[in-house]
């Protein structure tokens, strides 16, 4: 069989393959990002146009690439990922800490490191 053109609107099958998940797997995305609607024929046979398969791309990549959850997929396609970016609260000085939650060493090498990973994240 012939490659079809970038402009083809494809099959579910079509499209499951080339996007490299199974069909159940769109069928299932369909119903939790609201912006992917693929067209429907009669007998409610599904069409991929060209913008739906680079959603589903960016819906792959999010999930299996990126490791996101379908809520953070949500949230990132949605444009509200900058919201999930904003640094994280500084955590609180020790010096203002009760005497029996203050971290010891080990403790403070943590939230050390949790800063810089939410830095990290926001970058």
Do not use: C
Not at 43 to 68: E, F, Q, T
Not at 88 to 110: E, F, H, I, N
Not at 115 to 122: C, E, Q, S
């Amino acid at each position: 069989m012939t490659e079809k053109s970038d402009t083809a609107f494809r099959t579910i099958s079509e499209a499951a393959d080339e996007i490299g998940v199974p069909a159940h797997v769109l069928r299932f995305w369909e119903t939790r990002f609201s912006m992917l609607q693929p067209l429907k024929r009669a007998g409610g046979r599904r069409y991929y146009r060209p913008v739906d398969m680079s959603l589903l791309r960016k819906i792959k990549a999010l999930l299996h690439d990126d490791g996101m959850t379908i809520r953070g997929a949500q949230l990132a396609l949605a444009g509200k990922g900058a919201a999930a970016k904003e640094p994280a609260p500084p955590a609180p000085s020790p010096a203002t800490m009760p005497a029996a939650s203050r971290p010891g060493p080990d403790r403070q090498a943590l939230i050390v490191i949790r800063n810089r990973l939410a830095a990290a994240l926001a970058a």
